[in-house]
């Protein structure tokens, strides 16, 4: 009986873990993401305190007709940052953290960052904004740019760092060769010609005109 009880224990605590998004234990600690998502229980909207004199009027109403949820954070971003410049990493965070399918934008000055979240959507990724451009119609240019369609696969937002890219490497064939040493020698040689004619040429037009005075006579 206790052997019984310890598997289905057992099996109870794979089931929850397989369960569980493995992107959310890629979310670090951030006070940013913390206060977005409290925030996002009574408004879709958090300005964070650096933003504080920024104009908001008419965003509220303008996420409340979007095909989709939206939510909206404007936080400061940047290298120096936990997601290292990756706001579209950050907008993952925030989606994983909030738990709830929508898109999440991140809106930096006049740079308005988002990922979608369990969504049938595709997102532009970046938009970009002239900086008096009210934050209203920043997101609204970006709602605007986004396709909501059945045809798009509903996918969780990406909460890990970019793969790195590889670059194209090419290795320089150096084995000597009949073929290369020929090719190198007809080159020289074609190289020689050409550079003894160019010089040869205003040497022979000198010789010519000094010949043309005497009367002919070198």
Known sequence: MRRLLLLVLAGLFLFFTSVVPASAAEVPTDLRVTAAVAAWKSTPLYVDPQYGSMDTKG???RLASAEVPVYVAVLPTGAWFQEKGD????AGWLAVSNGKPGLYLVVDDSTVIGATHLIAASSPGTTYAARDESLAGQVGDYLDATTVNDRYEKKP???AARPPTSEPSYERDNRFTAKSAIGNSLGGLTLGLLGGAILATPVLGLAALIAH???GRL
């Open 213 to 215: 005075r005497r009367g």
């Open 59 to 61: 965003v509220v109403e």
């Open 157 to 159: 937002a990406r909460t």
């Open 87 to 90: 706001t579209v990493r950050l």
